[in-house]
T-cell receptor, first 111, second 115 residues
Framework: QKEVEQNSGPLSVPEGAIASLNCTYS??????FFWYRQYSGKSPELIMS????GDKEDGRFTAQLNKASQYVSLLIRDSQPSDSATYLC???????????FGKGTTLSVSS | GAGVSQSPSNKVTEKGKDVELRCDPI?????LYWYRQSLGQGLEFLIY????????KSGLPSDRFSAERTGGSVSTLTIQRTQQEDSAVYLC?????????????FGSGTRLTVV
């Protein structure tokens, strides 16, 4: 059973701090990794993708991938109250089926 | 269209009735996916269409669920003899390439309530 695991949270950080969200996956053959943001009552929105080991930065967001440890993380710098949402980690697998999603981590940024 | 369009946005149905949910993907996106999300749960994969290939139905929870995609574009998810456990948000997504290699774009979803 292929799995994507995330801490459900809530993760609470003060405005301006760095939020760190973590995800592990079970399929060692996974090749594509994504972070989605989902506001309450809304559909998921793609915010980051990463395919190679290392870091990928986009504005205040940095995705980190370590395939040896089967670990993906998302760092949000200078967190804002508008970043308060559930963050979903998604992984595709080598078998070619659809993305497998974690259950998400709820982030709360207080002003 | 500019985004993935789903209809209806909300559907309340009586237990035992059949329902049809519609998805119109982004123009040019060859891959189309259906997921459902129950309250407090993650996204559960249901079915995947890629171009003219046979769909991957491995996520459909029972034979009451079926889906089709006509002309490589619009898709309809049908749930027969609905049960209360079918209540969820049904999300459709499309992608420019197979397997979601470049990530998906989701529609706004259909909230299904079975009473």
């Amino acid at each position: 059973q292929k799995e994507v695991e995330q801490n459900s949270g809530p993760l609470s950080v003060p405005e301006g701090a760095i939020a760190s969200l973590n995800c592990t996956y079970s399929d060692r053959g996974s090749q594509s990794f994504f972070w989605y943001r989902q506001y309450s009552g809304k559909s998921p929105e793609l915010i980051m993708s990463i395919y190679s080991n290392g870091d990928k930065e986009d504005g205040r967001f940095t995705a980190q991938l370590n395939k040896a440890s089967q670990y993906v993380s998302l760092l949000i710098r200078d967190s804002q109250p508008s970043d308060s949402a559930t963050y979903l980690c998604a992984v595709n697998d080598q078998a070619g089926t659809a993305l497998i999603f974690g259950k998400g981590t709820t982030l709360s940024v207080s002003s | 269209g500019a985004g993935v369009s789903q209809s209806p946005s909300n559907k309340v149905t009586e237990k035992g009735k059949d329902v049809e949910l519609r998805c119109d993907p982004i123009s040019g996106h060859t891959a189309l996916y259906w997921y459902r999300q129950s309250l407090g749960q993650g996204l559960e994969f249901l079915i995947y269409f890629q171009g003219n290939s046979a769909p991957d139905k491995s996520g459909l929870p029972s034979d009451r669920f079926s889906a089709e995609r006509t002309g490589g574009s619009v898709s309809t998810l049908t749930i027969q003899r609905t049960q209360q456990e079918d209540s969820a948000v049904y999300l459709c997504a499309s992608s420019v390439a197979r397997q979601g290699t470049y990530g998906y774009t989701f529609g706004s979803g259909t909230r299904l309530t079975v009473v």
